[in-house]
């Protein structure tokens, strides 16, 4: 018998099927994977370390038995529920071989009727102020066991999918051993410092119809009701199995049973390896890599003999379309994404990166001082460097930035900006100045932290005042600041989208120093530079992290360049 972890569920299902293909091989572990992974290992280790030093109640750390046998580990914490212990940190359940389910919860907090939760503790953040009646159930870490209600937030359902499916599965495992509590919730703490609260644990509802149906089990009509995260799971489980069932099946000189999609996880995947030389180099996964195709609608195109972009783009949409659309009911706006990935596909096939939209020249805004900003965010969503580049006209740009290579709270992120703004208003008093970015991420970023100082009295004792220097920021920022990607959005359209890497190295011929360029890339980088190992791997990661910034504002100026030679 076999058995299935928490991961499953929400991870790619090729993963499970070659797991269990007797002719495949999990590819060694790429070093640099553990770049991607070790800022949440750190950050769950402060959380439970926070746990430990605030709870007053029992508490069984499961962690010190990691190098025991399976069995005496299983038998520790069945033994721990049956005491009634508050709280278990890293428990190995016992295995339930019927429903194929194996697992390690980061937390079981006991409820005070009896019974326990599944508690997971993520690097990423849960929640969103929202108006309008929403509420977020909550407990402090000091006093996991009783829960509140804050007013004006809510947890973050659809974007946290995959958690949920990992709390649902260690729900279901709970039940088959008689111990999970009557009420099905689930805890999660997150990277999120709500206001006045700090970190907090997040409490769901795993019985609650919040999200959308799996693909594999959409209703044939038009009205398509939501599902609970347990239900979800179940059918996503399920479907696991079934796939390790057909794959263990196999002769190990089988062909694979289940075709790699190419998607967001193959990035960090260990099997990538594996699956890459399965694919077509025109396969519509692969090619297609902005407002891409899901996993459910490639599967579904390549059952109706359209799995390459060249196929695609010598397809009849009409034609295609009534066989299709039944098929992806879970997608809202589906005719319109197929139309769109068509138009893509035309377009590649014909070796085209940009097409024009629009007729006549392309006015672009000039001014004396010209200066470029681009902003770095951490995984915990802190803004942590500002970065500009300053033309002032006479031929020689400098870089300018603001940083902080630390673990950042409210004030601190507040004062970084802070700084940023009031060296922008010394340098720009009196002049004939612009400010371009790329998007209206900068914008927004400002008004949420101006909003937050406002809140929080002006950022604290600092006597510049954080508040006034971003209100002073977002007031001078109406008239004088230009998003270039508006502009590139109104004449063009991109095979790859009109992202800054794309347009700046394709359209612009601008190219940066790292090989590896990227915002999520850039985030690893800042861990690096804060918990690495050493001095020396701290100070690299902080170089590399500058001149990523460094060059995305040289990237801006480029594009800027390029569109006024087509003004």
Not at 58 to 71: G, K, N, Q, W, Y
Not at 119 to 127: A, N, P, Q, S, V
Not at 214 to 228: D, F, G, L
Not at 309 to 316: F, N
Request: net charge negative.
């Amino acid at each position: 018998m076999f058995t299935l972890d928490a991961y499953a569920a929400r991870s790619c299902p090729v993963k499970t099927h070659n797991a269990f293909h007797p002719g495949l091989t999990l590819p060694p572990a790429d070093e640099g994977l553990r770049e991607v992974f070790h800022g949440g290992i750190a950050f769950q280790a402060e959380v439970l370390q926070q746990l430990l030093d605030g709870f007053p109640g029992s508490v069984f750390d499961c962690r010190t038995l990691t190098e025991e046998p399976r069995a005496d580990q299983e038998q520790a914490t069945m033994a721990a529920l049956a005491s009634g212990v508050e709280v278990l940190i890293g428990p190995l359940l016992p295995r339930d071989l019927q429903a194929h389910r194996r697992g390690r919860p980061d937390l079981l907090l006991r409820d005070p009727s009896g019974g326990y939760h599944p508690g997971e503790i993520k690097f990423h953040r849960l929640t969103d102020p929202r108006g309008g009646g929403s509420s977020l159930t909550w407990s402090s870490l000091s006093d996991p066991l009783r829960r509140a209600v804050l007013e004006g937030h809510r947890f973050r359902y659809t974007w946290r999918l995959n958690d949920l499916l990992q709390l649902a599965h260690y729900r279901r495992m709970l039940e088959a051993l008689g111990y999970a509590a009557s009420e099905p919730l689930a805890a999660v703490v997150g990277s999120d410092e709500l206001p006045e609260l700090g970190r907090v644990i997040c409490w769901v509802d795993l019985d609650a119809a919040v999200l959308a149906p799996s693909p594999r089990a959409m209703p044939s009509s038009e009205t398509i009701e939501q599902v609970s995260a347990l239900a979800r799971y179940d059918v996503e489980h399920a479907f696991r199995v079934e796939i390790a069932e057909v794959a263990s099946a196999l002769a190990p000189d089988d062909p694979p049973a289940l075709l790699p999609v190419a998607n967001r996880e193959c990035g960090w995947c260990q099997w990538w390896d594996v699956c890459r030389p399965q694919l077509h180099d025109d396969d519509l996964s692969l090619r297609i890599s902005k407002s891409p195709l899901d996993v459910h609608e490639i599967r579904v195109l390549r059952d109706l003999g359209v799995a390459t972009v060249a196929e695609l783009a010598a397809a009849d949409i009409d034609a295609l379309l009534p066989d299709y659309l039944p098929r992806v009911t879970h997608r809202v706006g589906a005719e319109e994404r197929l139309r769109l990935a068509w138009r893509r596909a035309a377009l590649m096939a014909q070796g085209v990166d940009f097409d024009r939209v629009s007729e006549g020249p392309i006015t672009l805004p000039a001014a004396a001082l010209e200066i470029d900003l681009d902003i770095e965010t951490s995984s915990d969503d802190r803004v942590y460097l500002w970065g500009f580049l300053v033309d002032d006209g006479s031929g020689a740009r400098r870089y300018r930035e603001f940083s902080s290579f630390t673990v950042l709270d409210d004030r601190a992120e507040q004062a970084l900006a802070a700084s940023a703004m009031n060296w922008l208003r010394e340098t720009v008093a009196d002049r004939d100045a612009l400010v371009f970015h790329y998007s209206d991420y900068e914008l927004i970023r400002m008004q949420r932290l101006a909003d937050a100082a406002r809140s929080d009295g002006g950022g604290g004792d600092d006597s510049g005042g954080c508040g006034e220097a971003l209100e002073w920021a977002l007031n001078w920022a109406r008239q004088h600041f230009v998003d270039l990607f508006t502009v590139i959005r109104t004449h063009f359209f991109g095979t790859q989208g009109l992202g800054l890497k794309v347009v700046a190295n394709k359209a612009a011929g601008f190219s940066w120093r790292d090989a590896t360029p990227g915002g999520l890339n850039s985030q690893s980088w800042f861990t690096e530079a804060v918990t690495g190992a050493t001095d020396e791997i701290r100070a690299a990661a902080q170089r590399r992290v500058l001149e990523y910034n460094e060059d995305d504002v040289e990237a801006t100026w480029h594009v800027r360049r390029w569109l006024r030679t087509l003004g």
